[in-house]
């Protein structure tokens, strides 16, 4: 079975939640650490409740919010323990969302794929200032 972790700094974690549940439904196999808040727990003991539960056939992907920061650092010594697991730090929504929404298996071929997508979907958008009369069109 495909498991997913969202974990960030703050209170990130949550609000990926709100809008994945808004996108996919809820229901999703994807669990949330918010770190460093005053609600959650340790973050060495949420993340040890997430792989505790992943059972030897499941794959795991993760997200993090920062390459290199103290939360893809702590997620990364503890996958290195595990197989199947592929971290991918840095995500956007759509990243997210193609990635849970899938039904292929989850091997490092598919996550490279997903990470390309999502690099090439980020745009910047142009704006323009003089309008047409055939513009306004577009914001009726």
């Given at each position: ?20 549940e ?12 918010s ?41 990364s010594?503890?996958?290195s ?40 979907n ?13 513009d306004?069109?577009f914001?009726?």
């Amino acid at each position: 079975m495909n498991k997913y972790l969202i974990a960030t700094h703050g209170e990130l974690a949550k609000g990926i939640q709100s809008t994945i549940e808004l996108f996919a439904g809820q229901g999703q196999p994807i669990s949330y650490v918010s770190a460093y808040t005053d609600e959650t727990k340790e973050l060495g003991d949420e993340l040890y409740n997430f792989f505790d539960k992943l059972n030897i056939e499941d794959s795991a992907v993760i997200f993090t919010d920062l390459y290199g920061g103290s939360v893809n650092q702590k997620v990364s010594v503890m996958a290195s323990e595990h197989k199947n697991i592929f971290i991918i730090a840095g995500f956007n929504l759509p990243v997210i969302l193609e990635t849970v929404l899938s039904q292929e298996k989850i091997t490092q071929s598919f996550i490279e794929s997903v990470i390309k997508k999502g690099k090439d979907n980020l745009k910047l958008v142009q704006l323009q200032s003089d309008f047409s009369e055939n513009d306004q069109d577009f914001f009726d």
